[in-house]
């Protein structure tokens, strides 16, 4: 009889250690899930949502231009481009429109030096041209004088006009030629004849030849 209960009661004991162990063991697998990898959620473990935090302002300054301010300012920029491009075509207009009068005035006084190479004598114009002087001032130093065509004919005509720029001695130091095309019954026209030569010594310009054809 007394050999029975201590067997009963050690297997007691042994049941209440086990089913203490076995709720402890529960309570730390609910403990380590809760406090588990919080992104992964394969393990059963709860989720958790971080907070939105509000952005560092403190790394930036001034004011982001408004929609207005923007608009105003990309028109402004427009509008000066706009104009620089003008100026630079009208610049570039101006430079070609000049190169287009030099090469004419350069090609009628080619045809003019043709012309006169074929005419004997001082030619059929000689006195329909006469030379005017021209302030240095206004051609840069240079020894020029006013060529001054007239047309007394009653029709339109050319001509061809040499100039001979001379020295104190009468000598001919240079030599050119001036083309008037075009010119009108009873016009008057004045083109230039410019020395090459440097502003000393100072030379004399004579109509040497002029033909009207």
Partial sequence: MGSGVPRGGRRLR???????????????????????????????GATFTPRPTAPATESFTGTPPSPLSSAASSAIASARASASAAAASASARADE??????????QANQQAHQRLAKVRGRGNAASEVSLSGIPRSQVGDLQAAHVNIHNSS??????????DFRDARGKVVETRYVGAEN???GQTVHPYAISHQPPEPRLTAVVAKAERY
């Fill in 183 to 185: 010119v009108r019954a």
């Fill in 14 to 44: 042994y049941r209440g250690a086990s089913a203490a162990a076995a709720v402890l063991a529960t309570a730390g697998t609910l403990t380590l899930a809760a406090c588990g990898g919080g992104n992964n959620n394969q393990g059963g």
């Fill in 97 to 106: 429109f000049e190169a287009s009068v030099a090469a004419r005035t350069e």
């Fill in 154 to 163: 009653d029709r339109t005509a050319n001509f061809a006009v040499q100039i």
